[in-house]
């Protein structure tokens, strides 16, 4: 039942997303895209209660209660980020806005947009890791609690690796191509921008 809603939470995120984008660029009704936009954090919040009731009524803890923890994480960590993404690129082809900027390619630029994305994923590890912490809590000595522990060791496992990535592009600066300007002037000039 855990992992039918966990996909439900992401089919009605992109739902919600594409309806919400829709009413705003296509039908032109800014308020109810912001109201369905605001509906996408129900999600996760449906997510986390029935997964705490389906632990209070005696499931036995397993992997899919470590897989919903980590969806939870990772979409308050990413799920702002994506969707700001997807709304510049909607105003660009429904609203006739400029092509929204990408990140930057070359240099500290790309190593500082990294570190910020990490910065992301250490966010939805700490969300995971204390919701399956407060599980473990909530489990206590009645039952396995083996694969939430398991879950923990997943999301700190993937902060360290995607932290040495960042670190990568840190200390092995991708260099911008000959003849082109410098990308973190450009890419200073754009966030300045916004």
Aim: hydrophobic residues 50%; charged residues 20%.
């Amino acid at each position: 039942m855990i992992v039918a809603l966990i996909i439900a939470c992401e089919v009605g995120f992109w739902v919600l997303l594409a309806l919400g984008l829709a009413a705003r660029y296509l039908l032109r009704r800014r308020r109810t895209s912001v109201v369905l936009l605001l509906c996408e954090p129900v999600l996760e919040l449906v997510l986390f209660v029935v997964t705490a009731i389906d632990l209070r009524n005696g499931a036995e803890p397993g992997w899919e209660h470590g897989l919903a923890a980590l969806y939870i994480g990772y979409t308050v960590a990413y799920g702002h980020y994506t969707i700001r993404w997807l709304d510049g690129h909607a105003a660009h082809r429904l609203g006739g806005a400029p092509k929204p900027v990408g990140p930057p390619r070359y240099g500290m630029a790309r190593a500082r947009h990294e570190g910020r994305l990490w910065l992301r994923t250490l966010l939805a590890a700490a969300v995971a890791c204390a919701l399956l912490q407060g599980a473990v809590w909530y489990v206590g000595d009645s039952g396995d609690i083996s694969s939430l522990r398991a879950f923990q060791q997943v999301a700190l496992r993937a902060v360290g690796i995607h932290g040495l990535v960042a670190l990568a592009y840190l200390i092995w600066p991708k260099k911008a191509p000959a003849g082109t300007e410098p990308e973190h002037r450009t890419s200073l000039t754009k966030e300045s921008a916004r």
